[in-house]
């Protein structure tokens, strides 16, 4: 799952407004900000594997750091602890921590049977990448549900307050749309070097909070 993650970040915002929305799409989107660096150490495999699914290419051979159920959640207690010894914010401290095992969750629910509930596990998955429609619906549902309960909670102070956010979302639209029907990548590590870009979510979504206010 992609734009799900983004979705649910965008979401809590309406539980905890005082969280910039940049901290809450660093925590739901951890597992595949850690991913592709650990790809290029060499410690996570990835396969490109036409075919292996209808929506991805992409086999995941082994992200037991990274995607492993048990490795989110001690990853939610650092970061949920962090946060909590940082702004003393038990609340939000709680839901940041919870973002980051739902990434674990969704992928799920979309991708085949890789996901490790421990790193040395079975892999589960219900396999949704296999339907097209049905991973549209889930993708853009969650999605579109995600940005209607962040505009219920938020509204722009100034003109960056709006553009920063629509050109954010729509970027984030359009580079799926890309990848559902574009060619596949053309090695695994032009994939994990352009995987990295997630990272630049964290700051843009973070200046478009900025210039929101909470309702």
């Not at 970061?79 to 010894?85: E, N, P, S, T």
């Not at 729509?170 to 596949?184: D, E, K």
């Not at 053309?186 to 990272?199: C, D, H, M, T």
Request: hydrophobic share 55%; aromatic share 12%.
């Amino acid at each position: 799952m992609f734009l799900g993650h983004f979705g649910l970040a965008l979401a809590a915002k309406k539980a905890t407004p005082k969280i910039s929305l940049g901290t809450l799409f660093f925590a739901a989107q951890f597992a595949d900000m850690l991913w592709p660096i650990l790809v290029l150490l060499g410690v996570e495999q990835v396969h490109i594997a036409p075919g292996i699914t209808r929506v991805t290419p992409l086999d995941f051979v082994s992200y037991p750091y990274s995607h492993s159920l048990a490795a989110q959640l001690i990853w939610s207690a650092v970061i949920g602890l962090a946060y909590f010894a940082i702004r003393r914010d038990a609340r939000g401290a709680a839901i940041l921590a919870a973002c980051v095992p739902s990434h674990w969750v969704l992928d799920y629910i979309t991708h085949r049977p890789d996901m490790p509930l421990f790193p040395t596990s079975a892999r589960y998955g219900l396999g949704l990448w296999n339907s097209l429609p049905g991973t549209l619906a889930a993708e853009l549902g969650l999605y579109g549900a995600g940005i209607a309960l962040y505009l219920s909670a938020t509204r722009a102070k100034d003109h960056a307050g709006f553009y920063a956010l629509w050109s954010l979302l729509t970027l984030l639209l359009v580079l799926y749309i890309a990848s559902l029907f574009g060619p596949p990548p053309p090695s695994e590590q032009v994939l994990a070097l352009s995987a990295i870009a997630i990272w630049l979510t964290v700051p843009w979504a973070a200046w478009a909070d900025r210039h929101r206010a909470v309702h």
